[in-house]
């Protein structure tokens, strides 16, 4: 039997409406939300939108709050994008302006192309990966669902560059510089 919603009287203020409202002109973004971030190639800015759990840097704060999904906006350079990762739930991406490669697979050989307002729905535990695949700077929506969405699954290549470059994940998933002795 499906459920059906209750008939609320549950009437939201402007100003009440206004706490569930995040203006992107008030967004900051981050570019150290991942540990392929900082790696060549994979440098982007990634602006969390709503509902948290889903970086590795324990700074981002979602102006937004939600139980069952995240939503992120993602901006990059051509040929930037993020390396091949997984995650515990969903992952869906719809491109907001020019033109995105979204990889997958246990080497990420696969490759669809998506155009703006195209989507695509990566499911639980396949390995992808994207890329702006224009020649400008893009924006692409990204939505990870699922009440715990767990950390990003990184292949041992990628951690291995990070460790070369100087990071590492703590117990907790977040992101760490580490600096030789």
């Known amino acids: 039997m499906v459920e059906t919603a209750q008939i609320s009287d549950i009437d939201y203020s402007v100003g009440d409406m206004e706490q569930h409202v995040a203006r992107f002109k008030d967004q900051k973004s981050s570019s150290k939300a991942f540990i392929d971030t900082y790696l060549p190639g994979h440098e982007r800015d990634i602006f969390s939108i709503i509902g948290g759990g889903v970086t ?3 700074e981002m704060n979602p ?9 992120a906006m993602i901006r990059a350079e051509p040929g930037k994008g993020a390396a091949l ?3 515990l739930t969903q992952e869906v991406f719809m491109p907001l302006s020019g033109r ?13 192309i998506l155009e703006p307002y195209d989507v695509v729905s990566v499911p639980i535990h396949v390995m992808r990966g ?3 695949a224009g020649d400008e700077t893009a924006m692409m ?3 990870v669902g699922g009440h715990d969405p767990g950390r990003v699954g990184w292949p041992e290549s990628t951690m291995a560059m990070a460790r070369e470059a100087g990071l590492v994940l703590d117990d907790d998933g977040n992101l760490l510089e580490v600096t030789a002795s």
């Open 63 to 71: 102006p937004i709050s939600a139980e069952e999904f995240h939503l």
């Open 141 to 143: 929506l990204a939505v």
């Open 85 to 87: 990762h997984s995650h």
């Open 130 to 132: 994207f890329r702006n």
């Open 100 to 112: 995105w490669s979204i990889f997958w697979g246990p080497e990420g050989d696969k490759e669809v």
């Open 56 to 58: 590795e840097d324990p």
